[in-house]
T-cell receptor, first 113, second 118 residues
Framework: KQEVTQIPAALSVPEGENLVLNCSFT??????LQWFRQDPGKGLTSLLL?????REQTSGRLNASLDKSSGRSTLYIAASQPGDSATYLC????????????FGTGTRLQVTL | GAVVSQHPSRVICKSGTSVKIECRSL??????MFWYRQFPKQSLMLMAT?????????EQGVEKDKFLINHASLTLSTLTVTSAHPEDSSFYIC??????????????FGPGTRLTVL
């Protein structure tokens, strides 16, 4: 059974800092890995999707990497802003199981002024 | 493109009543949709996979008679919480699998429905 863990559970950084969020998964047989953002009481916003054949994806200040062999993914946020404050979730898409997603435990990020 | 909507966004009901939540893919056809629930400060847990024209597949521990899922068209899946009780209060989120965007297995998520059972 796939298990997805995110470290740290919570993080507070001053504005302008670069930061890294970590995601680890136990089963490397995945189609892709997605990173999402969730604001309090809201749904999910997809940030980046990395296919299993890819090593990284970039969008603006965000860069996500994937190392299937070690079961790890990272989300790098450059020059953090208060508007980046949210919970960040990673999710691994299983192979052979109708594309089910297993979500990580989430990292609550607060960017302070 | 690839927009998924949910209705209602928030619902409050009395214990014992049934509540229906709709999930629609607005600009694409989705043969597969998924229903998740999320408790406060916890992650999303998959409840069931909804397949158009066939029975839903439920995850272990999810009562299929309590959480009725119907996927009668390629753009609509519904989740009915039957005889709701306070412990069913949660945030319910649906997703739809888009056939081509970002790869064959990308899911797009609805905005969620907050259910409160009094």
């Amino acid at each position: 059974k796939q298990e997805v863990t995110q470290i740290p559970a919570a993080l507070s950084v001053p504005e302008g800092e670069n930061l890294v969020l970590n995601c680890s998964f136990t089963d490397s047989a995945i189609y892709n890995l997605q990173w999402f953002r969730q604001d309090p009481g809201k749904g999910l916003t997809s940030l980046l999707l990395i296919q299993s054949s890819q090593r990284e994806q970039t969008s603006g200040r965000l860069n996500a990497s994937l190392d299937k062999s070690s079961g790890r993914s990272t989300l790098y946020i450059a020059a953090s802003q208060p508007g980046d404050s949210a919970t960040y979730l990673c999710a691994a898409c299983h192979t052979g199981t109708a594309s089910k997603l297993t979500f990580g435990t989430g990292t609550r990020l607060q960017v302070t002024l | 493109g690839a927009v998924v909507s949910q209705h209602p966004s928030r619902v409050i009901c009395k214990s014992g009543t049934s509540v229906k939540i709709e999930c629609r893919s607005l600009d694409f056809q989705a043969t597969t949709m998924f229903w998740y629930r999320q408790f406060p400060k916890q992650s999303l847990m998959l409840m069931a996979t909804s397949n158009e024209g066939s029975k839903a597949t439920y995850e272990q521990g999810v009562e299929k008679d309590k959480f009725l899922i119907n996927h009668a068209s390629l753009t609509l899946s519904t989740l009915t919480v039957t005889s709701a009780h306070p412990e069913d209060s949660s945030f319910y989120i649906c997703s739809a699998r888009h056939p081509g965007a970002g790869g064959p297995y990308e899911q797009f998520f609805g905005p969620g429905t907050r259910l409160t059972v009094l």
